[in-house]
Nanobody
């Protein structure tokens, strides 16, 4: 079984930066896509950034140019550098991994709060 542990959330003022990190551990036989979703209060969970097995990264339009996903395949880690943060980026951020099973594996979530 695969576990994902996230770190790096917190409170920041608008215009500031945060970096989220996620490390996968456990019985990992294959690691396909890794990335981040977020869920704001009263809203559906949405994709923020995803990196597939070929190394292609996809970003939500709302974060393009501000967020950058980094992936370390050797260590099964992924991080999200978030710059120029806006209040609308406030959400719980979830790391996910596609390890070839029926369902993705999810982290426990980390809160990001951006004050205006």
């Amino acid at each position: 079984q695969v576990q994902l542990v996230e770190s790096g959330g917190g409170l920041v003022q608008a215009g500031g930066s945060l970096r989220l990190s996620c490390a996968a551990s456990g019985r990992i036989f294959v690691m396909n896509a890794m990335g981040w979703y977020r869920q704001a209060p009263g809203k559906q969970r949405e994709l923020v950034a995803s990196n597939n097995r070929r190394g292609i990264t996809t970003y939500a339009d709302s974060v393009k140019g501000r967020f950058t996903l980094f992936r370390d395949n050797a260590k099964n880690r992924v991080s999200l550098q978030m710059n120029s943060l806006k209040p609308e980026d406030t959400a719980v951020y979830y790391c996910y991994a596609d390890t070839g099973g029926t369902l993705n594996t999810w982290g426990q979530g980390t809160q990001v709060t951006v004050s205006s």
